[in-house]
C-alpha cells in the first residue's frame, strides 16, 4: 500500500508539514536498519538455489506490477489502491530465506516508485515504510516459525506431513497480519499528520476482506509451489485472477451505486421546479458520482486538464457542467466521461422542464397582470360553457363579487370560475365554438348579480387548438356611458348648445318639410336671415364670454319677438334664421323684421358691466315654386348684405330677384376679382396733399387705395372696401397700403429732402386684430422711414365704440413714435370732451361741416369751436373736402392750420407727387433768391 498525502496536496516536498517530514525521515532511518541487517544475514547464508532466484525474481515482479499498476477501487465517495504486498511476502518467506524476502521488497519497491515517477519525499516514505513492515513480519515469522524460521535450502516442502509444516503456515499469516498492521497503521499516521481526518484515514488503512483472501491464496500458493518448483508459473495466476475478480466485483459495483445515483439524481432533479433547486441536486450528485470537491454549471468551457466538462444545452442558453478537484490517484476515465454526461442529459431535461414551468408561470402571471389591469372584462369558458377564468373588470361589471355565505372564494349567485356560465355569456361562446369564428356584438345587454342591466359590447372568439375548439374567450366592455352619451346626442343633434335653439341642422329640415307643403298646397313662407352686426368687434374687444352672453341675450330677444308656429333656429356663429309659415304677403314678413329690429334698440347687459346696444341686419326672401332651401337661403343672405349696406345700425331688405340676383352674382364675382388684384397687385396707392392753408405749402399726404380692375378700370375704395371688410381682405389690402406709404414717405425724404408726414387710414378690423403694432413696427423698420412719418387715421365711431381698448391702442402707438388722427370728427358721438381721453396728434373735421361753411354760421361755429378745442388740447386741425376759394379763405379766417380737397389737389400717383413737390421746392427756391 502506497502513501497519498492528501487531495489535491501539493507535489513539493517543502510543503509538508514537519511532523510528516519527521515521519518520513524516521521511515527511512528504520528501512536503512532493516535493509542494512537483511543485507548482512544474506551474505551470511548459503547463497540462493536456482529455484529460490527464480521464486525471487517472478515474485518481485509481480511486487513492481502491482505497485506500478494497482487495483484501483472505490469505497464510498473515497477510492483506494490494492496491492499484493501480503501475497508476495507470505509466498517468499515460506519459500526463500527471509533475509532474501526483505532485499526483494526493497529492490522491487525502489524500481516501483522510480517508475511512478513519486516525489523524493514520497518515494523514501513509501521504501522505509514497506521495509519497516517486512521486518516487523520477518521477526514475527522467526520467532513463531520452526528453526527459528529457516527453513534450510529445501524450504516448506521438508516440513510437509509434520506439525512443523502447519506450524510454519501459521507463523507466515501471522507475519502477514503483522506487515498489514503496520504497514496501515504508518499510513494512518502520516495522513493524520497531513491533516487528514482519522476516521478517513483509518478507512483508507485497512481492507480486512482482500487481505484475507490475499493472505489465504498466498499459502496455497507456496504449498504448491513448494511441492513442485516447476509450478512456479502459478505463483502468478493467483494474484491476477484474484485480480480480476475484485476488478469486476468493485466494477459492478460502482456501475450499481452509479446508475443508483444516476437515478436519484433524476428524481431529486425533477422533484422541483425551480431553476437553484434543480442546478444544486445535479451538482451535488456530480460531486457525489463523480468523487470530486468541486462542480460547477459554467456559461463557458474551462481550459483544464485537471477538470471534466459536459454540454448542457438549454431552450435560452447553454452551459457546462464541469466536475473538478479529483484525486490525483484516480484521473477521469471514459466511464466518467460517460456517466458526467448522462447528469448533463438529466441536468438538461430538468432545467428545460424548469424553464418551461417558469416561462409558463411568467406567462400566466404576466396574462393574469394584462387581464387584471384591464378595464374589458374577460371570461374564458370550457366547450361545456363553465367558467375557467375571470378577470376582475369582468366580475366588477357583472357583481359578480365574494360573498361571505360561500367563503372567500365564492361568488354571489353561484357565479364564477368553477361555475356554469349564464346564458348571455353562453350564447354567444356556443357560437363562437360551433363556427369556429369570432362572434361579435356592439350592443347588447347583460344581466348583473342585481338583476339590472348593463349595456355592453363584446366580442366570442374560440380558443385555437387542434381538432375542435375546447372552448371560447368572451371580452366584453361597458357601454353604459356611450349608450348615454348618444342619447345626449341624439337630445342635442338638432339644438344649440348654448342659446338652446334649434340649430342649423333642425332648421333645415323643417324648411325642407315646409317647402314640400308649398309645392303641394302653393302656400308661401318666408325666410328671415338675421346677422349681429359688428359682433366680431365686440368678440374681440370684450371677449369670447361676453360675446356668448350677448347672443344668448339676442336668442332671448328673437324667441319674444315670435308669433307661436314660427321657427327660430341659431344658424351658426352670430346668424339666426327664422321660418314663417303661411305668410299671406311680404308685409307679415315685414312687420316681423320690425317687431325684431323694435326689440334689439333696448341695451343689453353684459357680466363685466358693459352695456351694449345690438343691432340686426335682416334679409327676408319668400318661397317661389321651383325653388330649392339652398336658393331660398342664398337669397336670404344676399338681401341680408344689401341691409348691411344701408349702415350697420339695424336695417332690413326684402330680396328682389330683378334687382338683388344680378347684384349678388357681381358680388362674387367682386370678390374673387379682389384677391385675384392682391395677388397681380393690381392695387394702387395714390396721395392727396395736405397743405398749410396759410403758404400752399405741401406739408402731408393722405394714403388712397385705387383697383385698376382689368375691365372696369379704376376703381375707388366705396366700391371695394365694403366687400374687403366683409370677406376679411382687408388686413392684406391695409397692409399693402402701409408698406407702400412708408416706402413713399422715406424715398420722399431722401430724394426732396422734405419730411413729409403719409396719412393711412386704418378699418376696423385692422384696429382691432391682434399684434397690430408690432406688424405696424416691422413694416417701418423693413421700409427705413422715421415713425413721426407715419400718421394712422381712425374715424370717430370707431375710436367711440370701446374707449378703454382705443386708449390702450393709441398711447402704445405713440409709444413706437406714430402719429395718430382722427378721422371723420363730427359725423360720430361728436363728443368734442372725449378728444382729451385720446392720445392723438391731429383732428380731421368732416367733409359735411365744409360744404357752406362760408354762409352757414351754424356750421362755421362748430368748425371754429373745434379748431380752438384742438389748440387747447395741442392738436392739429385738418379740413377735408374743400372745393371752393371762398371755402379756404374763410376757413384761414377761422383760423384753421391745414386743409385738403379737390381745390387744391386731388389724390394722384406717387410719380405726380414727385413733380408737385419738384414745383415747390422750385418756387421756394426762387422766392428765397428773390428775397
Known amino acids: 500500500m502506497e502513501l497519498r498525502l492528501g487531495r489535491g496536496a501539493p507535489r513539493q516536498d517543502v510543503s509538508l508539514p514537519a511532523a510528516v517530514r519527521r515521519m518520513i525521515a524516521g521511515a527511512v532511518v528504520g528501512g536503512l536498519v532493516v535493509l542494512g541487517v537483511s543485507v548482512a544475514d544474506l551474505v ?3 547463497p540462493l538455489t536456482f529455484v529460490q532466484f527464480a521464486i525471487v525474481a517472478v515474485v518481485g515482479a509481480l511486487l513492481v506490477a502491482s505497485w506500478a499498476w494497482p487495483l484501483r477501487v472505490s469505497v464510498g465517495k473515497e477510492s483506494r489502491t490494492v496491492h499484493f504486498d501480503e501475497y508476495a511476502l507470505i509466498v517468499l518467506i515460506l519459500l526463500v530465506p527471509t533475509a532474501a524476502a526483505v532485499v ?14 513519486r516525489s523524493l519525499g514520497k518515494s523514501a516514505f513509501n521504501v522505509g515504510q514497506v521495509l519497516i513492515s517486512v521486518g516487523a513480519g520477518v521477526v514475527v515469522f522467526r520467532s513463531a516459525a520452526p528453526a527459528g524460521g529457516i527453513l534450510g535450502p529445501h524450504g516448506l516442502a521438508a516440513l510437509a506431513g509434520g506439525t512443523h509444516f502447519y506450524w510454519a503456515l501459521g507463523a ?12 496501515a497503521g504508518a499510513v494512518i499516521a502520516i495522513m493524520v499528520a497531513n491533516r487528514t481526518q482519522l476516521r478517513t484515514a483509518i478507512g483508507n488503512g ?4 482482500f487481505t484475507l483472501g490475499s493472505m489465504v491464496v498466498a499459502l496455497a500458493t507456496a504449498v504448491i509451489v513448494a511441492d513442485d518448483p516447476w509450478l512456479l508459473a502459478l505463483a502468478v495466476a493467483p494474484p491476477l485472477i484474484f485480480r480480476r475478480v475484485l476488478a469486476d466485483q468493485f466494477e459492478a459495483r460502482r456501475d450499481r451505486a452509479r446508475v443508483r445515483g444516476l437515478f436519484e439524481a433524476t428524481l431529486d432533479a425533477n422533484r422541483s421546479m425551480g431553476e437553484v433547486d434543480v442546478c444544486e441536486a445535479i451538482l451535488s450528485a456530480a460531486r457525489t458520482l463523480m468523487r470530486c470537491s468541486e462542480a460547477s454549471l459554467r456559461p463557458s468551457t474551462v481550459d483544464d486538464g485537471q477538470c471534466l466538462q459536459s454540454r448542457l444545452v438549454l431552450p435560452d442558453r447553454h452551459l457546462w457542467l464541469t466536475v473538478s478537484g479529483r484525486s490525483r490517484t484516480e484521473p477521469f476515465d471514459a466511464a466518467d466521461q460517460n456517466l458526467l454526461d448522462a447528469l448533463a442529459a438529466v441536468g438538461m431535461g430538468a432545467l428545460s422542464n424548469a424553464w418551461l414551468y417558469e416561462e409558463g408561470r411568467h406567462q400566466r402571471e404576466r396574462l393574469s397582470a394584462i387581464t387584471s389591469s384591464m378595464a374589458e372584462g374577460v371570461c ?3 366547450a361545456t360553457g363553465e367558467i375557467t377564468f375571470l378577470n376582475p373588470a369582468a366580475a366588477a361589471m357583472l357583481g359578480w363579487g365574494p360573498t361571505d355565505s360561500e367563503g372567500p372564494g365564492g361568488m354571489l349567485a353561484g357565479r364564477g370560475v368553477g361555475y356554469r356560465a349564464p346564458s348571455f355569456i353562453l350564447n354567444p361562446a356556443r357560437r363562437a365554438v360551433e363556427t369556429a369564428t369570432t362572434v361579435t356584438g356592439y350592443d347588447t345587454r347583460f344581466e348583473r348579480a342585481d338583476g339590472s342591466m348593463l349595456h355592453v359590447a363584446f366580442t366570442a372568439s374560440p380558443i385555437v387548438n387542434e381538432g375542435a375548439p375546447p372552448g371560447a374567450v368572451v371580452v366584453f366592455r361597458d357601454i353604459t356611458e356611450r349608450k348615454e352619451f348618444e342619447e345626449r346626442l341624439a337630445r342635442h343633434a ?3 348648445s348654448l342659446t338652446g335653439l334649434p340649430n342649423r341642422r ?6 325642407d318639410h315646409a317647402l314640400r307643403r308649398s309645392s303641394r298646397s302653393h302656400e308661401m313662407h318666408a325666410v328671415l336671415f338675421a346677422d349681429v352686426d359688428r359682433f366680431k368687434l365686440i368678440n374681440d374687444s370684450l371677449g369670447h364670454h361676453a360675446g356668448d352672453h350677448l347672443l344668448v341675450a339676442i336668442a332671448e330677444r328673437l324667441q319674444a319677438s315670435m308669433r307661436a308656429g314660427d321657427m327660430l333656429a341659431r344658424f351658426g356663429g352670430d346668424e339666426f334664421t327664422i321660418l314663417l309659415e303661411g305668410v299671406s304677403s311680404p308685409e307679415d314678413a315685414e312687420t316681423a323684421a320690425k317687431r325684431i329690429l323694435a326689440q334689439m334698440r333696448r341695451p343689453i347687459s353684459l357680466p363685466d358691466g358693459h352695456e351694449v346696444v345690438a343691432s340686426l341686419s335682416i334679409g327676408i326672401a319668400l318661397t317661389m315654386a321651383g325653388q330649392g332651401r339652398d336658393d331660398l337661403l342664398h337669397d336670404a343672405d344676399v338681401a341680408m348684405y344689401q341691409a348691411k349696406g344701408k349702415g350697420r345700425d339695424g336695417h332690413y331688405e326684402l330680396y328682389d330677384v330683378d334687382a338683388m340676383g344680378a347684384r349678388s352674382a357681381e358680388r362674387i ?18 396721395y392727396q396733399p395736405l397743405f398749410s392753408i396759410d403758404d400752399r405749402r405741401i406739408v402731408g399726404a393722405e394714403a388712397l387705395v385705387r383697383w385698376k380692375h382689368p375691365e372696369r378700370g379704376l376703381l375707388g375704395p366705396a366700391s371695394f372696401i365694403g366687400l374687403a371688410e366683409e370677406s376679411g381682405l382687408i388686413l392684406p389690402l391695409g397692409r399693402h397700403v402701409l408698406e407702400d406709404a412708408c416706402r413713399q414717405a422715406h424715398r420722399w425724404q431722401e430724394t426732396f429732402g422734405v419730411k413729409l408726414v403719409v396719412s393711412v387710414n386704418l378699418s376696423a378690423r385692422q384696429f382691432q386684430q391682434a399684434g397690430l403694432v408690432e406688424e405696424i413696427e416691422t413694416i417701418l423698420g423693413q421700409a427705413g422711414v422715421d415713425p413721426s412719418q407715419l400718421c394712422l387715421e381712425i374715424t370717430e365711431s370707431l375710436a367711440m365704440e370701446d374707449v378703454a381698448r382705443t386708449r390702450e391702442i393709441l398711447l402704445s402707438l405713440k409709444k413706437v413714435g406714430i402719429q395718430v388722427a382722427i378721422d371723420d370728427f363730427g359725423t360720430g358721438y361728436s363728443a368734442l370732451g372725449y378728444l382729451t381721453h385720446f392720445p392723438v396728434d391731429v383732428v380731421k373735421i368732416d367733409r359735411s361741416f365744409v360744404e357752406g361753411v362760408e354762409i352757414d354760421p351754424v356750421k362755421s361755429a362748430i368748425v371754429s369751436a373745434v379748431i380752438r378745442l384742438s389748440e387747447a388740447i395741442g392738436t392739429v386741425t385738418v379740413v377735408e373736402g374743400v372745393e371752393t376759394e371762398r371755402q379756404l379763405r374763410h376757413l384761414r379766417a377761422l383760423g384753421c392750420p391745414e386743409a385738403q380737397g379737390f381745390h387744391l389737389a386731388r389724390p394722384m400717383a406717387a410719380a405726380d407727387m414727385d413733380e408737385v413737390l419738384r414745383a415747390q421746392l422750385g418756387t421756394q427756391s426762387e422766392m428765397a433768391a428773390v428775397s
Not at 507466515?172 to 498492521?181: C, E, K, R, S
Open 380 to 382: 374564458a369558458l370550457t
Open 506 to 511: 333642425l332648421f333645415l329640415d323643417h324648411l
Open 172 to 183: 507466515a499469516i501471522v507475519a502477514g497480519a503483522v506487515y498489514v498492521v503496520v504497514n
Open 104 to 117: 526483494t521488497f526493497a529492490v522491487a519497491t525502489v524500481v516501483a516508485q522510480v517508475f511512478c515517477r
Open 44 to 46: 551470511r547464508t548459503p
Open 494 to 496: 338638432f339644438h344649440d
Open 669 to 686: 364675382e367682386l370678390e374673387a376679382g379682389l384677391r385675384r388684384a392682391l395677388r397681380r397687385r393690381e392695387l394702387e396707392v395714390q
Open 206 to 209: 485497512f481492507d480486512l476482506p
